[in-house]
């Protein structure tokens, strides 16, 4: 789930007597806890359906924020008022928040991903997928790379593997029509350069390499894939083979900064590779020229 939290403003001690903002503004907002310790004011509507109990969540560390999030709709933008039962407590978050505190919040939601279908439908056999138009397989297969992006951001590089392989499976089983393969292709493509990306964060260049050659068989001057295949060319001390990557990645990209930079340590690579081959064959003719031979009697 994506979407931006304004710093929590403090409103009221629980312990006090007196009127407060949080009485003032509680009479207009809506009761979504069922006991008045969430209420909610939205700002700007959303669109769409709401988000779903097993929707992916990014840093929700509030009971109420998670009560909150359930209520929105994709684009909305809210007000919240959390009960020190929903936010904080009775220890609050020394030193801004203190004790027993009712906080406000201003939420949000840029999108949400829901689990429960995209599980619902990989669980499916493939004959059983296939009756399904494109458009569902589709919008699957995106919704487990997003996942995947989600994993990746952060640093979970194992899991979002497999999220992106749950995609590219789905991709591979459906048969489009000649007019619809191109949709399959780009869908693939983007899959293929987040698997290559993913290998290379799990140190493993062979199938990074892989996977960003069968992106070029659908893109052949990706910049991106050329880039990832230099990258793991490189890792795997295959220097000619880097080099020729990144130049035809230079050629589509020739102010990219990342592709000028490996570049450079290409070549810093070489040297230092050249230094010990020149090293080692030196140490061969010195030990050759030292040896002892055996002349005619």
């Known amino acids: 789930m994506g979407g931006s939290t304004r710093n929590p403003g403090v409103l009221q001690r629980d312990d006090s ?3 407060s903002p949080y009485q003032r503004l509680s009479q207009r907002m809506l009761d979504i806890s069922g006991d008045r310790g969430v209420l909610k004011d939205v700002i700007r ?3 769409g359906e709401l988000v779903t109990p097993d929707a992916s969540v990014l840093d929700i560390t509030l009971w109420g924020m998670e009560l909150g999030l359930l209520s929105m709709r994709r684009g909305e933008l809210a007000r919240f008022l959390f009960k020190p039962t929903y936010a904080y407590g009775t220890l609050g978050c020394p030193p801004l928040i203190p004790p027993n505190t009712t906080v406000l919040f201003e939420i949000e939601l840029l999108d949400f991903l829901d689990s429960a279908e995209s599980d619902k439908f990989c669980a499916l056999s493939a004959e059983q997928q296939s ?3 494109l458009q569902k ?7 487990e790379r997003e996942f995947g992006n989600y994993l990746f951001r952060q640093n979970r590089f194992y899991d979002a593997k497999v999220r992106y392989k749950r995609a590219l499976l789905l991709l591979h089983r459906r048969t489009a029509p000649p007019e619809e ?3 399959v292709e780009t869908a ?4 293929f350069l987040n698997l290559s990306f993913t290998y290379l964060k799990l140190e493993r260049p062979t199938m990074a390499l892989r996977y960003g050659e069968q992106a070029l068989i659908i893109d052949r001057k990706n910049a991106k894939a050329l880039f990832r295949c230099g990258q793991a060319c490189l890792l795997m001390t295959e220097y000619q083979k880097a080099r020729d990557f990144l130049v035809r990645a230079q050629r589509e990209q ?4 990342d592709i000028n930079n490996e570049l450079k340590k290409l070549a810093s690579y070489y040297r230092d590779y050249m230094d010990k081959e020149r090293e080692m064959c030196h140490r061969m003719f010195a030990s050759g020229d030292n040896g002892s031979t055996v002349g005619e009697n």
């Open 17 to 19: 007597p007196s009127q």
């Open 181 to 183: 393969q191109h949709l």
């Open 254 to 257: 020739p102010f990219n900064h």
């Open 131 to 133: 009756q399904f138009p």
């Open 188 to 191: 693939k493509l983007l899959v």
């Open 137 to 143: 397989v589709l919008k699957v297969a995106a919704t």
């Open 45 to 47: 509507e959303g669109a």
